[in-house]
């Protein structure tokens, strides 16, 4: 490798970079004011109110609803789509009734 292609070698333009961005954290580090650990300095900030820490419990019921929602829609495209033409297409209007009353059931729930 010549002189100026080797720097730009993607390892050596990797470290020059982290170099850098070390540099300017710790310069960053350097200017800003020193923290004074008070009580009241750590704690979260809510108006000036004290909130209790509480346990999140998430659900995922409605999730549930969207993908088996978007699951049956994609099945009865893939299976309408590949319908042959003829007399079995009274078949496909009867499964599209189908779909369509899984779809209500589905939403009623809900």
């Known amino acids: 490798m010549k002189g100026l292609e080797f720097l730009l070698s993607p390892p050596v333009a990797f470290f020059f970079f982290l ?30 109110e004290n909130i209790p820490g509480v346990k999140v419990q998430f659900g995922f019921r409605l999730f549930y609803t969207f993908a088996l929602f978007f699951t049956i829609m994609h099945v009865a495209a893939l299976v ?31």
């Open 80 to 110: 309408i789509a590949t319908i042959p033409i003829g007399k079995i297409v009274y078949l496909a209007i009867i499964y599209l009734a189908m779909i369509f009353l899984s779809i209500m059931a589905l939403i009623s729930r809900s």
């Open 19 to 48: 170099a850098i961005a070390y540099l300017l954290y710790a310069l960053g580090n350097g200017m800003a004011p020193k923290l004074n650990r008070t009580g009241g300095k750590l704690t979260t900030y809510a108006c000036g």
